[in-house]
T-cell receptor
Framework: GAGVSQSPRYKVTKRGQDVALRCDPISGHVSLYWYRQALGQGPEFLTYFNYEAQQDKSGLPNDRFSAERPEGSISTLTIQRTEQRDSAMYRC??????????FGPGTRLTVL | AQSVTQLGSHVSVSEGALVLLRCNYSSSVPPYLFWYVQYPNQGLQLLLKYTSAATLVKGINGFEAEFKKSETSFHLTKPSAHMSDAAEYFCAVSPIKAAGNKLTFGGGTRVLVKP
């Protein structure tokens, strides 16, 4: 079927606002990953799920960041009280378990 | 702990010339190694991967990479650059026997191909 999709593709928000970023993985993929990529750098791991269970959230930078995948498919990454340093490309990937990670196009977040 | 170092954030090659992108890693356990390519406004696409089988790995678009354990390297090469190879390339590592297969990426190398 279709690849990994993410929405919105671009998000501009003001400092202090909450944002929710959505990832729709490839159908049937067990694992879902979130990465953050600052300008000029490689992606950095944030968190991942197997089905609906969050297996590792060691990469979430602080408690303003949270993620969920309630039905084992679509996932939402939420950033509360955004700060300018949160500006980055947020990338989602999904995979069979185990297997190659397929990446979505990313959401470019800009915090003013 | 794992880390990946890509030597050179920018590489410029002439069309038809050899492309060589360097990647060195550190890992406390045997790793899987990957090269991804990122075209503008697109997601990361897997070029090739090493998963402890053959040390010379062939990927898509004529790229290949060689795993050298003694040098902790996984350099990416292509004998003849094409204009369409202009993109950003990322080397990544994940531990073989850890849950999650989360990837640790290098900082990336942007390739410019000159006509």
């Amino acid at each position: 079927g279709a690849g990994v999709s993410q929405s919105p593709r671009y998000k501009v928000t003001k400092r202090g606002q909450d944002v929710a970023l959505r990832c729709d993985p490839i159908s049937g993929h067990v694992s879902l990953y979130w990465y953050r990529q600052a300008l000029g750098q490689g992606p950095e791991f944030l968190t991942y799920f197997n089905y609906e269970a969050q297996q590792d959230k060691s990469g979430l930078p602080n408690d303003r960041f949270s993620a969920e995948r309630p039905e084992g498919s679509i996932s939402t990454l939420t950033i509360q009280r955004t700060e300018q340093r949160d500006s980055a490309m947020y990338r989602c990937a999904s995979s069979l378990w185990p297997g190659e990670q397929f990446f979505g196009p990313g959401t470019r977040l800009t915090v003013l | 702990a794992q880390s990946v170092t890509q030597l050179g954030s920018h590489v410029s090659v002439s069309e038809g010339a050899l492309v060589l992108l360097r990647c060195n890693y550190s890992s406390s356990v045997p790793p899987y190694l990957f090269w991804y390519v990122q075209y503008p406004n697109q997601g990361l696409q897997l070029l090739l991967k090493y998963t402890s089988a053959a040390t010379l790995v062939k990927g898509i678009n004529g790229f290949e990479a060689e795993f050298k354990k003694s040098e902790t390297s996984f350099h990416l090469t292509k004998p003849s650059a094409h204009m369409s190879d202009a993109a950003e390339y990322f080397c990544a590592v994940s531990p073989i026997k850890a849950a999650g297969n989360k990837l640790t990426f290098g900082g990336g190398t942007r390739v410019l191909v000159k006509p």
